[in-house]
């Protein structure tokens, strides 16, 4: 267990996508499923428009009928009925005659053009002037916007408010999505406390629940909490008796080099692990293996180790799970500028909280003051993981690369 | 009802915020909280660290003990105890003394500096050898992230995963949070049919429930989709019956130029209209007022219209409501250039559909090619809505200001 030699961050993440389990789907109303990941491909049941329709109010005729109309000589049209939306004309437009026409109504068989409702005048006797020419372009042809049977929306796409809209525009009350992995979390440690409760000298409250219950739900899993354990085998054993069926166990706390790192002692111990120690700060600790088949990934302790190796590996495991198509958050970088020094670790990927500016030449971002890993603080001031590569230091205006993290935390 | 004079966005918006009441705060479990905004500022509940201690694992002693150490010539101290977190040393730690400590545990009195435990030889008979002197910032000091009383999470915050985290570090086992905005949906239109049933020519499906009850929803509201009515007077009265105690009515559709505009006559006839018409696109015909107490915000029927006037107005009013300090989409604006030409209309800001690249010199915005407000699905390609100013075309390569939206459709 001495020193083992620490895997590259991509490494880790390719091992937890490659791990993640298919968790096959399940039919949701449209209402339902904001944030849920499409598990099929999704073909229109519709052409949109349907039939060749008005894209305003207006006068439908001939555009021939309406050659060279202007204020001062209108085109006198005959009118010969109206078409609200959803109520179409039934007859034929003839030569010298109009319908009057509302947005999104049929155009009748025989007209080929549209005249605004603002350029044109109703006459006595069913008459209608017409004040400038009819325009093809105002008629929405059928099928412009969705074809039947055609796919735009594809498996892996997360849901949100305007994939619904289009779902819903194709005709769909229903969507197959992907099930919500189900994971159990599970804190330790002797000197944490839950919220709420008094503290003894040297207590700390429990941080890591609140912040990977709420990583977890904005992931899209459904998350389960396990009483906390402290640094107790006996314990440990117990409480993961409770975890049941889930699809990943993640721990927080027991995985460094120290005599009480219980969690670290059960993986090595009973189960198979995959890595231990992953080049990264903050996050070096984070440990992965299996308990039997049950997926386990050890998070360090420190509030910010235990977000940020959520945010890269945990992430990887269940966007890869919910087979969502779109990159984890570790791969989805924007290119910034550096505006303060950004100190690289001798052998690890530093990856330090940075606040982000948006300028006329770009991003820039500029790291927190305290970067420790027991900061929460910071954590919550920070737009953006930064991405310094091992070994280099990053001067103000030089190119650093950017994890921007609101999507992520929601 | 005639040509009223468009109000300015901006204008329209300020009403909306001025509008909105003040829905008073209720206390939910921390684990409960995400998404929710915050109706307090909160303060600390404890010192963190709440006692000196160690950054790491390794020894704790007196720093002048291990002066010069170094592997060639180790500093020779008696081992007189450990200290793993939560268990702190009960002794002092006297001259040529050192304790073992471990990550997160209390430095004992006499203590002032640690070294690792990777700098370190255990000996028999009671001594270790360390091979570096004691680092004084390896202790970490008490408050030094979080001073008992100190606010460090602001009224109005919206609550992400990394505040949950600091108001679970903080003590809070639960947060007031602003009361969830009840807002009723109402669709319209004779032509419109749910998704899920047959479709008749020259109608189209409602869109518009899906996409407005999830972009309410990842408002914070909670959403009230009342039954569908068509153009029809007496069915509107009917099911704004159904609408109840909200704080907010939304309709889609009915508030055009049209005669068949029921939601227009409804509130120009029964109610008070602040305003009607904004000067903007799409989302022109945008209408607001009350019936009775009732805020009703009147978006246009258009599948995309409506959910630019949600974000721009809607989002106003519901982040209003909630008491929100960050600023609504329209006024949450990024810097780009424009990588496609963007044609401005004469006498409204044009709120176009783009999409975004993040590259080294900054945003570049490009255009989607479609910007009918009928097609939806530009609306699920885009990233972004540009900002055009009136009477304005932005050139390639030109400044323009973007809304970025995927934080608001979620």
Redesign the interface.
Known sequence: MDAPRALAPLDALGILQQDAPNLGSERVE??D???RVLADDLAS??D????D?S?L?GYACRVADTAGAREAAPARLRLVGEA?????YAGRVGPGEAVRI?????VPDGADGIVP?EASREREGGRVELLQPARAADV?RRA???ADGQV??HRGRR????????????????VPVARRPRVALLTT????V???RP?Q???????????????G??AGAAML?LPRV??DAAALDRALEQAGSVDLLLTSGGV?????DRVRDLLFGQGAVRFWKVAMKPGGPALYGRLGELPVLGLP???VSS?VVFLVLARAFLDAALGRTDPPPYLDR??ARAGTPFRGAALKEGLPRARLT??????VAAALT?Q?S????S??E?DALAVVPAGRDIAPGE?IDVIP???H??
Do not use: K, W
């Open positions: 449209l209402v499923a904001l944030g049941l519709c949109h428009p349907g039939v329709n894209a109010d609200p939306a959803g109520r179409p509302f947005t999104g109504a049929a409702v929405r412009q916007d969705l735009y929306l849901l949100d408010a305007a994939a619904i809209g289009l779902a819903g525009g194709m005709g769909h009350a229903s440690g002797d000197e944490v839950d919220p709420g503290l000298p040297g207590q700390v409250y429990d941080s890591n629940a609140a912040s990977l219950m709420a990583l739900q904005a909490l402290g640094d460094s080099m120290g005599r009480y302790g420190n509030p977000m924007r290119p948006y300028g006329e030449q770009g991003l305290n420790s027991g900061v929460l603080r954590m919550s920070a190119a993290l609101a999507g935390l929601r």
